[in-house]
DNA sequence: CGACCATTTGATATGGATCAAGCGATGTGG
DNA sequence: CCACATCGCTTGATCCATATCAAATGGTCG
């Protein structure tokens, strides 16, 4: 299932808009406004069933995607036969941004998805005409940038650590107050941060053993004592 | 010691350029020609000692480093007191790119290097002009990017595994042939893998004893067998 | 109900960390 | 020039966190 033969509503032609000539500010405050603005107009909206894939590692990276309902998980699947997960991506996030010709990494659907998707074509040539859209593209790989840096401190910590930080992190993006809903298996979990599926679920219970976190359900977890969880994270 | 109090040759006006409208391309070839020119006409040229300095974590990030010689390693202290290693920077490589506004990790010279600094808001607002220096900083970006996300994969394998990568990608890099000249001591590379210094050591002797490499002296090391060294990568 | 899949729990194995000692190069002072 | 201190590296012995192997439990769907 490719983007091409997506059926959608004519692109509408984003109204002709002056070049601004903002300056290419690599810093701070970060909106996507401007950029989901014309993922929204020029976009074509897909609906991708759980577990299918979205795009293949070696894949040429022709479009950028954005999610739109459901979660997605980027992946690679190394010559050992295990699977790292590059990163979840939940409503809102952007994700597909390659600077290779190719896709590094495969994505699939975690659960049913709506996904919006536009061409890389079409949002380069935007990006020369419209300064906010190539600072935003900007924006976005520094961001991404970020995550990935803090994900290598992630990675050469303890299996408590990982976990705590996991938590945190889930906290922070699907943002229920203390009460999340994961939408990844414990596997995806495990794959994500670099341990067993065993070591995942023991850590879990032993977090909840000493009152840190509740589990009702295998999909829901809730935060009893944040300072506990930020103080294991380093 | 800071940029500002650098003694140098007086910043000369990059010619009037004519703005370039091409495209903020995020794809393919990198090279950093005009960035390079950038800097070296408008930057300031500092010494660095071994062992020094050459910004702190959570300092303004107001400066973009390129090494002329020696070399850098940006790390991170972990509260716990161990020291992460976030890259090493060799002659010809550029630094210190941030999107936040302080510097998420410290740089050091490992030997006594020499560095081109140029302001952030110059090359910032150069950017602006100058389709082209966008483009190579988006693309510097994303390279960086690329390296963080490969590391990714790396830390996740075992130390063999690890140590053989790093070996690939230092001969890739200083490129010397078969024959490695590491600027590095073995505790920077054991805090770049994410192994202890007594690790990394016999995971040497070991590829040695086997023939894939020789030591000639703890800074060198001689690749007999990349095949070998290849196949343990993932 | 029964099959299936995800998750948890239990028992054991192991790779790399830790603790400790030895070695070799480099530099310093007598 | 040589004894000696220092520092970075290697080697050895032991320990422990996490992987691995195996089984039990629980939840979901036909």
Redesign the pocket.
Known sequence: MHPQTAVRSDPIRRPAVPVRSASLAWDGAIDTEVLDQTMQLMGAMMGYPRNSEIFGENEPADYLYKVVSGSVRTYKILNDGRRQIGGFYLPGDIFGLEFADEHTLSAEAIADAKILVIKRSTLNALAGRDASVARQLFALTGRELGRVQDRIMLLI??????VASFLLEMAARVSGGNSIELPM????I?DYL????????????SLECSATIE?P???RIVLRNRLALSRMNG
């Open positions: 910590k303890s299996a408590q650590e990982r298996s414990r596997q995806d495990a670099g341990l067993t599926i065993e070591t995942v679920s023991r850590t879990l219970t589990v359900s295998s999909r």
